[in-house]
């Protein structure tokens, strides 16, 4: 499965706003990660349209989390930003060409759409099983307990 680049940003903005006790500005956010501001505004726009984070109008407004991290999937994440839509499309081939087996024999799915039916699933169910504060915990460990600190600080008093 192909994901988007936004995704990642998404991702990260999110774990980043775990770590903050007030609301971040999407500039903000795209100066933390490198992303282009436009682009990332659109996203958090569509993370905000899913119920994931909240804007708050105003000089000290920005983004927060509508609810704790534990509570957020990757799975909300990815379909907030890349949609619900499954990746493989049967167009049902067997049911062309000149050795096409006729509609009525056709009663399931054939055995390439299942697979991959069975793989999206897959997909689907280990996403949901990865929260936002997992993510960050493992951003943490990966950087010796240092990665959170710095961003926390960096929200903080950076602006």
């Known amino acids: 499965m192909k994901l988007s680049n936004a995704v990642e940003w998404a991702l990260h903005c999110c774990v980043s706003l775990s770590q903050s006790r007030r609301p971040v500005p999407s500039a903000r956010l795209a100066e933390l990660h490198g992303t282009p501001p436009a682009y ?10 899913a119920g994931i984070v909240h804007s708050i109008a105003g000089h ?8 704790p991290a534990s509570a957020i999937t990757a799975l909300d994440v990815v379909q907030a930003i890349d949609g619900i839509d499954p990746p ?13 087996i006729p509609p009525e024999q056709c009663s399931r799915p054939c055995t390439i759409a299942r697979a991959m039916a069975a793989a999206h699933e897959a997909w689907i169910e280990a996403l949901a ?27 903080a008093t950076s602006g």
């Open 129 to 155: 099983r990865i929260t936002v504060a997992d993510l960050a915990t493992g951003i943490d460990t990966d950087s010796n307990g240092i990665a959170l600190a710095e961003v926390r600080h960096w929200l």
């Open 88 to 100: 493989f499309r049967c167009s049902e081939i067997r049911q062309r060409g000149p050795l096409a």
């Open 40 to 49: 990332l505004a659109k996203q958090l726009q569509a993370l905000s349209r």
């Open 60 to 67: 000290v407004g920005g983004y927060n989390l509508t609810r």
